[in-house]
């Protein structure tokens, strides 16, 4: 016996699809809905399909013969005539369906509006109560859409409505006995039967049941991203792969609380579903069929030859689960402590707070899409919280990762849940207190978050400063409606949001302007990708300084030195107060160090130019010192970032000093020179491998450790004879070999000082003709570009910004001011250096 028989009722069938308004399009035959079979008219009249109770139709009871033991019966209708959008309540009577037995009446059920029976279409909001929509809950094409449908796609789920009919299922109250008929006696409003579906089985047929993970094991790796599960009688989400790396070695991993490396191609994967026992699953892989199932068989072995060859074994995951109030608490307070937080179950299944993401747009790119409240390192994805959530944990062995930023140990352990556990509380510790030590930590480089989403992730990753910058890509504008022209504090004071500004120019290059009580505008200029499409060149980043100045506040030029255009003309002319390191790359050090070397005074500033979920604010962070005589405010961080009294960390901390002397301090000896002493050191929650200080570009002492360690520690006594500078700087083996985070980057865990200055004899000066050269070169290279390549309006055809007549003149100012200061430095100390 089958478990389902779809019926054949033609004979009682007395209209046509045209009674409904679009039955023209109706499936007829056997069909399939919610994964049932309906026998919807026959082969060979497809004509008289329905069962029509109208005026033109039956009007009295009409007896549908079955003859089956059915345990339910599942009916495809649909109302033809409501009047609920009129303001009539629901539950009017509509028919009077009853079940006749070998022996009598076995039960009548009468059929109400918007209970059991609906009209199509169904309005929003009004689902009927007892029926289900004809067709299942789904989700949407995981790799293509509409653009119009871009934000409802990231819901990765849609609500089902009916398409033809709803359906209802009775339950025989006597499973099994026979069913000798179903008696229909209409009441006045019209309606059409469609199908009967006989069940055999005791499931219910239509009603949902909670989803469970089911987890895949391959004999090969696969993309787990590219595989789909197929449910006919429910619903499945999408597949993601899980990670071959085992619980023991993720919970003994060095970077813990920092991610885990993420391969799309694994040889597990899992996904969410929702199935009837009965349901059969298909696992596809492009058109191939890995695996054919019963739901209710997925835990046995496999048996089929072909399933045996592609996969190891299914699970289903479902031990219970509760419900549990998490709170993380700090060791030393006691008190609940910002932070992010991922839960998973020993297979790797996440399980995050209410509220929060399991996945970040199904793993995919997150551009200005999904960035605040969550994050995704590799294959993990964390929840900032407040220092509590809420949410689903599954009973048994749960695995946990808290991290909160660099002076935190982070937590990776292993829970469990016992059945009735409702609450659960962690502890963190802080190992460190940078504040107390007057070092105050910044991200400079920030898009897309909100003022609140920017207090969220920097009190989750224990951050002083988020400098939110609102700025132009193309036709889009970020972060406009954020901008109050003054910072915004947490209550305690602790963590301080300021809306500011990156303006942009995609080749004489970016500018982050700090500390704004107005707009600069136009935040970007001279077309894609940085402004609109066809946008004439109405600014130059010289300009966008000199008015930053004006308003008392900080030029940064961000990822030192690209777009690598202007930024000579910035550095040369004293319009650029600091140079941000981005990325832990050889070509970011030689060109801060060449700048250096040419005489440069230049303090350097960490930022992550967050703009992607898979990026943590803070990440690459500048740590600001400010003196104890000083309050630790956003005007004395900024302030004393212009003096140099900076590091950039990716992770370790370091101090750093030369006789007393810290980053942007000048030291002065004699002249003839002498020795000074420098002591660095380096402290990380990441395995570290060499500490370094540099002189002049040039590493004069080292220390390292060559399987890595949490701390690194270097005094040297080091000879200077000339001008020069010293910077203790820490990373992998050899310093440049990189240690990537899990990050969307992938930068290196790494720390820099700016330079501690030291003078011989007279005020600090260096020169180097290679970079005064170079720096010349780049000068003619952005004249010529607004010559020969910049989209220039037509003269007089356009009132600018400046409000003068010759635009280009105005455009060359900077570049003809900073040639004629280079060419007074080559005057000046070229003989000197030469001589």
Same mark, same amino acid.
């Given at each position: 016996?089958?478990?389902?028989?779809?019926?054949?009722?033609?004979?009682?069938?007395?209209?046509?699809?045209?009674?409904?308004?679009?039955?023209?399009?109706?499936?007829?035959?056997?069909?399939?809905?919610?994964?049932?079979?309906?026998?919807?008219?026959?082969?060979?009249?497809?004509?008289?399909?329905?069962?029509?109770?109208?005026? &033109?139709?039956?009007?009295?009871?009409?007896?549908?013969?079955?003859?089956?033991?059915?345990?339910?019966?599942?009916?495809?209708?649909?109302?033809?005539?409501?009047?609920?959008?009129?303001?009539?309540?629901?539950?009017?009577?509509?028919?009077?369906? #009853?079940?006749?037995?070998?022996?009598?009446?076995?039960?009548?059920? %009468?059929?109400?509006?918007?209970?059991?029976?609906?009209?199509?279409?169904?309005?929003?909001?009004?689902?009927?109560?007892?029926?289900?929509?004809?067709?299942?809950?789904?989700?949407?094409?995981?790799?293509?859409?509409?653009?119009?449908?871009?934000?409802?796609?990231?819901?990765?789920?849609?609500?089902? @409505?009916?398409?033809?009919?709803?359906?209802?299922?009775?339950?025989?109250?006597?499973?099994?006995a026979l069913i000798e008929a179903v008696i229909v006696e209409p009441k006045e409003r019209p309606f059409v039967i469609a199908a009967l579906t006989v069940s055999f089985l005791d499931e219910d047929p239509l009603r949902s049941r909670p989803a469970v993970p089911v987890v895949f094991q391959f004999r090969e790796k696969r993309r787990g991203d590219r595989l789909v599960l197929e449910v006919d009688r429910g619903k499945a989400g999408y597949v993601y792969p899980l990670p071959d790396e085992s619980p023991e070695v993720f919970l003994q991993h060095p970077f813990k609380g920092w991610g885990q490396s993420y391969d799309p191609e694994s040889s597990k994967a899992y996904a969410w579903v929702s199935a009837q026992p009965s349901a059969t699953i298909r696992l596809k892989e492009g058109d191939q069929s890995?695996?054919?199932? #019963?739901?209710?068989?997925?835990? *046995?072995?496999?048996?089929?030859?072909?399933?045996?060859?592609?996969?190891?074994?299914?699970?289903?995951?479902?031990?219970?689960?509760?419900?549990?109030?998490?709170?993380?608490?700090?060791?030393?307070?006691?008190?609940?402590?910002?932070?992010?937080?991922?839960?998973?179950?020993?297979?790797?299944?996440?399980?995050?707070?209410?509220?929060?993401?399991?996945?970040?747009?199904?793993?995919?790119?997150?551009?200005?899409?999904?960035?605040?409240?969550?994050?995704?390192?590799?294959?993990? !994805?964390? *929840?900032?919280?407040?220092?509590?959530?809420?949410?689903?944990?599954?009973?048994?062995?749960?695995?946990?990762?808290?991290?909160?930023?660099?002076?935190?140990?982070?937590?990776?352990?292993?829970?469990?849940?016992?059945?009735?556990?409702?609450?659960?509380?962690?502890?963190?510790?802080?190992?460190?207190?940078?504040?107390?030590?007057?070092?105050?930590?910044?991200?400079?480089?920030?898009?897309?978050?909100?003022?609140?989403?920017?207090?969220? &992730?920097?009190?989750?990753?224990?951050?002083?400063?988020?400098?939110?910058?609102?700025?132009?890509?193309?036709? /889009?504008?970020?972060?406009?409606?954020?901008?109050?022209? #003054?910072?915004?504090?947490?209550?305690?004071?602790?963590?301080?949001?300021?809306?500011?500004?990156?303006?942009?120019?995609?080749?004489?290059?970016?500018?982050?302007?700090?500390?704004?009580?107005?707009?600069?505008?136009?935040?970007?200029?001279?077309?894609?990708?940085?402004?609109?499409?066809?946008?004439?060149?109405?600014?130059?980043?010289?300009?966008?300084?000199?008015?930053?100045?004006?308003?008392?506040?900080?030029?940064?030029?961000?990822?030192?030195?690209?777009?690598?255009?202007?930024?000579?003309?910035?550095?040369?002319?004293?319009?650029?107060? *600091?140079?941000?390191?981005?990325?832990?790359?050889?070509?970011?050090?030689?060109?801060?160090?060449?700048?250096?070397?040419?005489?440069?005074?230049?303090?350097?500033?960490?930022?992550?130019?967050?703009?992607?979920?898979?990026?943590?604010?803070?990440?690459?962070?500048?740590?600001? @010192?400010?003196?104890?005589?000083?309050?630790?405010? @956003?005007?004395?961080?900024?302030?004393?970032?212009?003096?140099?009294?900076?590091?950039?960390?990716?992770?370790?901390?370091?101090?750093?000093?030369?006789?007393?002397?810290?980053?942007?301090?000048?030291?002065?000896?004699?002249?003839?020179?002498?020795?000074? &002493?420098?002591?660095?050191?380096?402290?990380?929650?990441?395995?570290?491998?060499?500490?370094? %200080?540099?002189?002049?570009?040039?590493?004069?002492?080292?220390?390292?450790?060559?399987?890595?360690?949490?701390?690194?520690?270097?005094?040297?006594?080091?000879?200077? &004879?000339?001008? !020069?500078?010293?910077?203790? #700087?820490?990373?992998?083996?050899?310093?440049?070999?990189?240690?990537?985070?899990?990050?969307?980057?992938?930068?290196? %865990?790494?720390?820099?000082?700016?330079?501690?200055?030291? *003078?011989?004899?007279?005020?600090?000066?260096?020169?180097?003709?290679?970079?005064?050269?170079? %720096?010349?070169?780049? /000068?003619?290279?952005?004249?010529?570009? /607004?010559?020969?390549?910049?989209?220039?309006?037509?003269?007089?055809?356009?009132?600018?910004?400046?409000?003068?007549?010759?635009?280009?003149?105005?455009?060359?100012?900077?570049?003809?001011?900073?040639?004629?200061?280079?060419?007074?430095?080559?005057?000046?100390?070229?003989?000197?250096?030469?001589?």
């Amino acid at each position: 016996m089958e478990d389902y028989e779809a019926l054949d009722i033609a004979q009682w069938c007395n209209e046509g699809p045209q009674r409904m308004p679009d039955g023209a399009k109706m499936p007829r035959g056997l069909v399939t809905l919610r994964g049932l079979p309906f026998l919807i008219g026959t082969d060979n009249n497809q004509e008289k399909c329905l069962l029509y109770f109208g005026p &033109e139709g039956y009007r009295d009871p009409v007896a549908i013969t079955l003859k089956r033991p059915a345990k339910w019966i599942i009916f495809a209708h649909r109302l033809l005539e409501t009047h609920l959008l009129e303001g009539e309540p629901p539950g009017k009577e509509i028919a009077v369906y #009853r079940f006749q037995g070998e022996s009598g009446l076995i039960d009548e059920r %009468i059929i109400r509006e918007r209970f059991e029976i609906s009209a199509l279409p169904v309005p929003w909001g009004q689902l009927p109560f007892a029926a289900v929509a004809d067709q299942h809950d789904g989700v949407p094409p995981r790799f293509e859409g509409r653009w119009d449908q871009v934000g409802w796609r990231q819901t990765e789920a849609y609500g089902a @409505y009916p398409r033809w009919f709803v359906l209802w299922g009775w339950k025989n109250p006597q499973p099994g006995a026979l069913i000798e008929a179903v008696i229909v006696e209409p009441k006045e409003r019209p309606f059409v039967i469609a199908a009967l579906t006989v069940s055999f089985l005791d499931e219910d047929p239509l009603r949902s049941r909670p989803a469970v993970p089911v987890v895949f094991q391959f004999r090969e790796k696969r993309r787990g991203d590219r595989l789909v599960l197929e449910v006919d009688r429910g619903k499945a989400g999408y597949v993601y792969p899980l990670p071959d790396e085992s619980p023991e070695v993720f919970l003994q991993h060095p970077f813990k609380g920092w991610g885990q490396s993420y391969d799309p191609e694994s040889s597990k994967a899992y996904a969410w579903v929702s199935a009837q026992p009965s349901a059969t699953i298909r696992l596809k892989e492009g058109d191939q069929s890995l695996l054919i199932r #019963r739901f209710a068989d997925l835990n *046995a072995a496999p048996t089929d030859d072909r399933e045996t060859k592609e996969v190891v074994s299914v699970r289903v995951l479902d031990s219970g689960k509760n419900w549990v109030h998490t709170t993380v608490l700090d060791e030393e307070t006691g008190k609940p402590v910002p932070c992010r937080i991922h839960f998973r179950s020993p297979e790797g299944v996440p399980y995050q707070p209410h509220g929060h993401h399991d996945h970040l747009l199904s793993d995919m790119g997150t551009w200005h899409i999904d960035v605040g409240g969550d994050l995704r390192l590799g294959h993990i !994805t964390y *929840a900032y919280i407040d220092g509590t959530c809420q949410g689903w944990l599954p009973r048994g062995k749960v695995i946990v990762d808290v991290a909160r930023g660099f002076e935190y140990e982070p937590l990776r352990t292993e829970v469990f849940i016992e059945p009735g556990q409702r609450t659960l509380v962690l502890k963190i510790r802080r190992w460190i207190n940078m504040n107390e030590r007057r070092w105050f930590s910044g991200d400079t480089h920030v898009h897309f978050l909100s003022t609140t989403g920017a207090h969220l &992730e920097a009190q989750g990753e224990d951050l002083n400063v988020v400098n939110l910058l609102q700025s132009q890509w193309g036709g /889009l504008f970020t972060n406009t409606e954020d901008f109050l022209g #003054r910072p915004v504090p947490s209550p305690d004071g602790k963590t301080i949001v300021y809306t500011n500004q990156e303006n942009r120019q995609h080749l004489l290059g970016h500018l982050i302007l700090l500390g704004l009580k107005k707009p600069i505008m136009p935040w970007c200029t001279d077309g894609p990708g940085e402004a609109e499409l066809g946008g004439s060149l109405e600014a130059t980043m010289s300009w966008w300084a000199d008015e930053c100045k004006k308003q008392g506040g900080t030029v940064i030029i961000p990822h030192f030195p690209a777009p690598n255009g202007e930024p000579a003309a910035l550095v040369v002319t004293a319009r650029a107060d *600091a140079v941000e390191m981005l990325q832990h790359s050889l070509y970011q050090h030689i060109e801060y160090y060449r700048y250096l070397n040419g005489g440069y005074r230049l303090p350097l500033v960490g930022g992550t130019d967050k703009m992607t979920s898979d990026v943590p604010v803070g990440l690459y962070r500048t740590y600001v @010192y400010i003196p104890t005589d000083e309050p630790f405010d @956003y005007d004395h961080w900024c302030k004393n970032l212009r003096l140099g009294r900076t590091f950039i960390s990716g992770g370790p901390l370091l101090h750093f000093q030369v006789e007393g002397a810290l980053p942007g301090d000048t030291l002065r000896l004699p002249a003839g020179g002498g020795y000074v &002493e420098a002591e660095a050191v380096a402290e990380s929650v990441f395995p570290i491998h060499t500490l370094q %200080i540099v002189e002049a570009g040039r590493v004069v002492a080292e220390v390292s450790s060559e399987k890595g360690c949490r701390r690194l520690q270097l005094r040297e006594k080091i000879k200077v &004879e000339r001008h !020069t500078w010293l910077a203790a #700087r820490v990373g992998g083996p050899g310093y440049t070999q990189v240690i990537p985070h899990f990050d969307g980057w992938r930068r290196g %865990i790494m720390a820099h000082s700016s330079p501690i200055y030291i *003078a011989v004899g007279e005020h600090w000066w260096m020169y180097s003709n290679e970079t005064a050269q170079y %720096i010349m070169t780049l /000068l003619e290279g952005g004249l010529c570009y /607004l010559r020969e390549q910049s989209c220039l309006q037509e003269k007089g055809k356009a009132t600018h910004v400046h409000g003068e007549t010759d635009h280009l003149a105005w455009l060359e100012r900077p570049f003809h001011e900073a040639i004629k200061k280079l060419k007074e430095t080559m005057n000046r100390f070229g003989q000197r250096v030469n001589g």
